[in-house]
């Protein structure tokens, strides 16, 4: 009997962080009086980054936070992006910044990264988060694709602890960070990259298998264990179709589950970055007190 793996749909997870987000934003609204704000920076209009923007905004709108955004020129230098930034990490009204990837070439992200104030990185992106996740602290602003594959996890509850996670992909925004949060859950996790040997072999000894690399239908039977999840965070575009890194149909049959490209892990990033903005906002609304 062939087994077809469940669909771990993200928009059930989005609903939970959306509810709770609800909550406590009418909890920040009755005893302070304030409606948290988030503040995207834009540098040029790079097409994924301006569908991004777009997302974030619809989400942020919809679960009651307020979203504005800062746009620069393709040419801006980093003085000005600096001085962007420099002006909201100032400015009390707003909580949280993401600036969007991909920078100009001429832009260092890693300049970047440490511009922004750690109180309102909502995207985990300074020097100090990073640290942070690092040290295994759960009330980090963590890196929000990541965090919201865990959230993932959780919402249907696989188990994690004890058991072998292989993560395809070492960037420091997904499988870097996606490795530190799955080890804080006591997986035992083994990280892949480009150079890494015999990649499908190693893939195959996973519990639960995570792709981050941005390779349309790269993982597919050879890699998974029968009975794995699988996480897919890839977005690649095929014949202007949206596809994950996981080739689902030859997939489907053998893991016990998989989160689909569209509709799973990218749905909740975006919430994830609305309920980081909410607890930057409640950190820097007690710090005041
Ligand atoms: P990067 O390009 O920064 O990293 C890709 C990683 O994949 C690198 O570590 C690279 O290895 C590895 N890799 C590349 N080719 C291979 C290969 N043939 N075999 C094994 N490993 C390989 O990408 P990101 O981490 O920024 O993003 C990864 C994917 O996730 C992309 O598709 C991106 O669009 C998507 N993404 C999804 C988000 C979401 O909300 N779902 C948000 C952000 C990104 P090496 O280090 O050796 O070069």
């Known amino acids: 009997m062939t087994m077809t793996a469940r669909s771990l749909e993200g928009k059930a997870v989005a609903l939970e962080l959306s509810e709770r987000a609800r909550d406590e934003l009418a909890e920040i609204r009755a005893q302070h009086n304030v409606t948290p704000a988030l503040a995207i920076v834009r540098v040029g209009d790079d ?10 905004s619809r989400t942020g709108t919809r679960a009651g936070i307020v979203v504005g955004a800062e746009h620069l020129a393709e040419s801006a230098t980093a003085d000005e992006l600096a001085a962007t930034i420099e002006r909201l990490n100032r400015d009390p009204a707003i909580h949280g910044v993401i600036v969007l990837q991909p920078l100009p070439a001429h832009l260092s992200r890693f300049a970047v990264a ?14 100090y988060n990073a640290g942070r996740l690092f040290h295994d602290d759960y ?17 249907y509850e696989i188990p994690l602890s004890g058991r072998h ?20 859950e006591n997986c035992t996790v083994t990280i892949c990259h480009s150079r890494t040997s015999d990649l499908a072999t190693l893939c195959k000894q996973a519990d639960i298998l995570v792709s981050a690399v941005g390779r349309a239908n790269m993982i597919d039977e050879r890699f998974v264990k029968p009975g794995a999840v699988v996480v897919d965070f890839g977005v690649n575009f095929v014949d202007g179709k949206m596809t994950g890194d996981v ?12 989160t689909p490209v569209p509709g799973g892990t990218g749905r909740v990033t975006t919430m994830v ?17």
Not at 47 to 54: L, M, N, P, Q
Not at 273 to 282: E, F, G, K, P, Y
């Open 139 to 155: 009330d980090v602003l963590a890196p929000s694709t990541p965090a919201g594959g865990m959230a993932l996890l959780k919402h």
């Open 114 to 127: 440490d511009v922004v104030s750690p109180a309102k990185d909502i995207d985990g992106i300074t020097t």
């Open 47 to 56: 097409e994924s980054s301006v569908a991004y923007e777009r997302s974030i």
């Open 273 to 289: 970055l609305v309920r980081n903005t909410i607890r930057a906002a409640r950190q820097a609304l007690d710090a005041a007190q």
């Open 165 to 184: 996670a292989v993560i395809v992909g070492r960037s420091s925004v997904v499988g870097k960070p996606m490795a530190m949060m799955m080890l804080a």
């Open 247 to 258: 080739d689902e149909q030859a997939v489907a049959p053998v893991a016990a589950a998989l």
